[in-house]
C-alpha cells in the first residue's frame, strides 16, 4: 500500500481581458460615474466609457454599491472584518466605514430619501430565514426597522412616499423561465397608506430587482422568456416592455435621473428609458489581479478530481484545476499530460489495454473527446454530437467504445473506429442524483445503468450494443441503483430499497425526510446459471478438465423470461447502503453510509461466502482498475492505491 504525494505543484496561466472587458456586475449610477463589481472588488469609470479605477481591493467579497442621491458617497455590502455587512466609501476611494455589526448577513439595497442607508438583513428571523428592511446613517449607531414586515429586494421612491420591493429572496437567481412559488411581482406600498399595488404577472414570471426613475418603477422581468427591462406607472396602472434582448438575461439595474443603467451579457448599458435607446459602455478594466498572474500553486489531495487508474494499477489519472495528471503508485512522479493552460480538460479514463488514455476538452470552443497515448502524445479529438456537457466516461473491456453522460441525462456510445456515436438511452425525469452511469459488461457488447421510472423508482437496466436492444434487469417494485457486473459476467449486482416511496419526490416539500435502506441482490442474467449463494453440498462427480476461461471467452447473455424472478437477495444487513463497486471474482464492494460518521465505510462482500468484511472508513471516492485487483480510493484528502484483496488499514 502506497500514498502518493500529497501535493502536485503546477504552474497557472491565464489569458487577460483586452478592451471592453466583461463581467462587470451589479452597477450603480451617479451623474458622471458607474461603479460595478469585478472580480469581487468595487471599480468606477465614467459614463463616456475607458479605464476603470479600482475603489475596494480586500480578500473579501464586496458587493452591491450604491451611490448617494449627491454621487458623493458609495454604500456597498462587504467581508472586510470576515462577517457579511454594511459599508460606505467616498466616491473618489479611501477608507471604507462599517456601519453594522450582526453576526448575521446584511445586504445593502439603496438609499432613504433622508440620506440613510437601505439594507437587508435576517437579523429578527430566527429560526426562519425572513428578512426585513433596515436603515442606518452614515454616521453609524443603532439600525432602525422599516416599517415593512418582510422584505428582500427594493428601493424607495424619489418623493419618499412609495417602496417597491419583493417580499422573498430566491435562492436560485440563475433559474432561467422559472415559474415556481419564488416568482413574486414587484410589491409597490404606499407608505403612508399601506395600500399595496403588485405589478401584473401574465405567466406567472419572476419580477425582480425594481428602481425608481421620475415616479416610475423599472424591473427585470422574464415574461418573454429573456429577462428583459420592464416599467410600470402606478398611476395609471400601464406595464411596458423597454428592453427587447433575446440571447442574454439583463442581470442587475440602478436608476438616477441620467437613466438606467443595467447588466446584459457581461457588459453595462446605459438606457433612456423614455425613448428606448440603449448604449453600451466600453469599460475596460486593468489592474494587478493576482489570479491573472502566472504562479505556483500546492495542489493537494482534494484537489484531484475525477480519479481513475491504470488497468494493472501502477498508476493514477486525475483531474486538477482543467488539466490532466498522472501519478505512479511507488515508482516514478506525477506527469501532466495535458498541458493546455487556458482549456478546460475533464474527466481523464484509462484505455482498458493501458496504452491510451481519453479526456474531454472545450480547446475547440465545445467540449470533444481526446485520445491520447498514456504520456499524453499523439493526441486526437473526436467530434461530439449535441455540444453540451459530458461526465462518467467508461471505457468498454475490448478497447473499441466509449460510454458516457450529458447534462440532458443521456448515455451515449461512441465507436473509437468509426468516430460515431449512438443515443443508447434517455432518463425520464431530471435529478439530482445522476444515476445513469453507464457500467460495461465483460464481454463488452452491455451497459447497465440505473434509469427512473414513471412512478420515480429507478430500475436498472441494460443495453445491448450489438443489437440496441433494451431490458430491464430489475422488478419496478423496488427501487435500484448502482448496477456493477460480475467479473463472470453472470450476474449483476445491485442495490435495491423498498421503503424510498416517500423520497421518489426529491422536490416534494408536503412529506417528511424519510430514512431509506437498501440490501445487496444478485440478479442471475440467464436462466441455465445457479445463484451464486446456492447451499454447498458434497457429491461425488465425474472429474472433468475445465480450461481457464478467458476473458474473451465470455459471453454474456441475458434471459428476460423469468428475470425479475431471478434477483436473489444476498446475506447482508439492510442499511443505508450507497453505491457498489466491481471487485474480484465472486467480491463486490459495498460503500455505507453510517450515522455520525465521516465519510463512508466500504465493506468487501464474498458472494459466495455471504460474508462482508471492512475494507476502509471514512473514504470519499473510490475507484477499482480493470484487472479488479486494485483500488483507488480518497479519504481524509489523501489518495491511494491499494490491494482490492485485502482490507485498507484506518488511519
Known sequence: MKNFLPFITLLITYVGFSQGTRLLRQPTLSQTDVVFVYA???????????????????????????????????????QYDGNTDVFVVPADGGEPKRLTYHPTGDFVQG???????????????????????????????????????????????????????????????EWRNYRGGQAMPIWIVDLQTKKLIRTPQKDGERHVNPVWHNG????????????????????????????????????????????????????????????????????????????ARPRWVNATGRDLTNANVSPNGKRAIFELRGEIFTVPKENGTWRNISNSSGVADRSPIWSPKGDQVAWFSDKSGEYQLVIADQNGGNQTSIKIPNPTFYFRPDWSPDGKHIAY??????????????????????????HPNRSMNP??????????????????????????????????????????????????????????????????????????????????????LNSVDKSP?????????????????DKKDIVVTIDENGLFERAVVLKLPARDYTALMKGPKNTVFVAENVPNTPGL???????????????????SSMVASEDRNSILLSKSGSWSLVSSKSPHETR
Open 533 to 549: 449463494n446456492l447451499p454447498q453440498t458434497d457429491e461425488e462427480e465425474k472429474k472433468k478438465k475445465e480450461a481457464s476461461k
Open 40 to 78: 469581487n472588488d468595487l471599480w468606477k469609470a465614467s459614463l463616456s466609457g475607458g479605464d476603470a479605477i479600482r475603489l475596494t481591493s480586500d480578500d473579501g467579497y464586496e458587493s452591491e454599491p450604491h451611490f448617494s442621491k449627491d454621487g458623493k458617497m458609495i454604500a456597498f455590502t462587504a
Open 216 to 291: 416610475i418603477v423599472y424591473y427585470i422581468s422574464e415574461r418573454d422568456y429573456t429577462s428583459n427591462i420592464w416599467s410600470y406607472d402606478i398611476k395609471t396602472s400601464q406595464e411596458k416592455q423597454i428592453t427587447f434582448h433575446k440571447k442574454f438575461d439583463v442581470k442587475n439595474l440602478d436608476a438616477n435621473s441620467n437613466g438606467i443603467v443595467y447588466e446584459q451579457a457581461g457588459y453595462l448599458h446605459l438606457l433612456n428609458p423614455v425613448t428606448g435607446k440603449s448604449t453600451q459602455l466600453n469599460i475596460s478594466v486593468k489592474g494587478d489581479l493576482n489570479y
Open 601 to 619: 465505510t466500504v465493506h468487501s462482500y464474498d458472494v459466495a461466502k455471504e460474508k462482508a468484511t471492512e475494507f476502509a472508513k471514512g473514504v
Open 439 to 524: 457500467q460495461w459488461s465483460p464481454d463488452s457488447d452491455w451497459i447497465a445503468y440505473a434509469k427512473q421510472n414513471d412512478s420515480h423508482f429507478k430500475s436498472i437496466y441494460a443495453y445491448q450494443i450489438s443489437t440496441k436492444k433494451t431490458i430491464q434487469i430489475t422488478d419496478p417494485i423496488a427501487d435500484a441503483i448502482s448496477p456493477v457486473w460480475d467479473a463472470s459476467g453472470k450476474y449483476i449486482y445491485t442495490l435495491a430499497s423498498t421503503d424510498y416511496g416517500l423520497q421518489s419526490g426529491w422536490l416534494d416539500m408536503s412529506s417528511f425526510d424519510s430514512s431509506v435502506t437498501r440490501s445487496l441482490y444478485a440478479v442471475v
Open 111 to 173: 438609499w432613504t430619501p433622508d440620506g440613510k442607508i437601505l439594507f437587508r438583513s435576517g437579523r429578527e428571523s430566527k429560526p426562519t430565514q425572513t428578512s426585513k428592511f433596515y436603515t442606518i446613517s452614515t454616521e453609524g449607531g443603532m439600525p432602525e426597522k422599516f416599517d415593512i414586515p418582510r422584505a428582500a429586494y427594493g428601493e424607495i421612491s424619489e418623493n419618499g412616499k412609495y417602496v417597491a420591493y419583493t417580499p422573498i429572496t430566491s435562492w436560485d437567481a
Open 405 to 430: 453522460t450529458d447534462t440532458d441525462f443521456n448515455i451515449w456510445v461512441l465507436n473509437l473506429e468509426t468516430k460515431k456515436t449512438i443515443k443508447a438511452a434517455t432518463d425520464r425525469y431530471a
